[in-house]
């Protein structure tokens, strides 16, 4: 019985060795340019989900009406465009070179407005470890937060006075 669970335990150290020096001598392209690894996304996109859990049930605090959807385009301009793309335009060059890349928020892409708004509004708070989604906890007000996540929401259907702000160039 012990020659047995010695054969398990060293074949376990040779498997985490293999993998080790697997990884370390250039087995695993790390570049941004390479595709996800195997299982990846899989792994990625279900640690994510359990770390928002509930969260996605919550609900907004405030209306998704014109007032707070303004609110949110400002306050998408200001901090997330720059990544994650302008109304009616592709990614942004900065955007590509990140990985993983981006979702393109806004239209053209699909953006998350089939996303919970709780989940989305998680998200903005907590970022996502191992991205380069920070955390806007401490940077944005709950308030924006909501906002931001309900005009994330509402990409799809979003009315022509907000559309509008998200068109404008910036002024400095």
Not at 126 to 144: C, H, Q, V, W
């Given at each position: 019985?012990i020659?047995?669970l010695l ?8 498997l985490l ?26 792994i ?15 609900q ?19 901090n997330?465009a ?5 109304l009616?335009?592709?990614?942004s ?22 996303d919970p708004?709780g989940?989305?509004?998680?998200v903005?708070k907590?970022g996502i ?9 401490g940077?944005?007000t ?14 799809d ?16």
């Amino acid at each position: 019985m012990i020659k047995f669970l010695l054969g398990i335990v060293v074949g376990i150290g040779l498997l985490l060795l293999a993998g080790y020096l697997f990884a370390t001598r250039g087995g695993i392209f790390m570049g941004t340019k390479g595709g996800p690894l195997p299982l990846e996304e899989s792994i990625t996109s279900k640690a994510i989900s359990a770390s928002i859990g509930r969260s996605a049930e919550d609900q907004s605090p405030l209306p998704a009406d014109e007032t707070n959807l303004v609110a949110g385009a400002h306050v998408y301009k200001q901090n997330c465009a720059g990544c994650h793309g302008q109304l009616d335009q592709s990614a942004s060059t900065f955007a590509t070179q990140l990985y993983p890349h981006p979702p393109q928020l806004l239209q053209p892409g699909k953006g998350v407005t089939d996303d919970p708004v709780g989940a989305t509004h998680w998200v903005v708070k907590n970022g996502i470890r191992f991205s380069a989604m920070p955390s806007y906890d401490g940077k944005l007000t709950d308030t924006e937060l909501w906002q931001v996540s309900l005009l994330l929401r509402n990409a799809d259907k979003l009315p022509s006075p907000v559309q509008e702000v998200l068109r404008q160039q910036a002024s400095n």
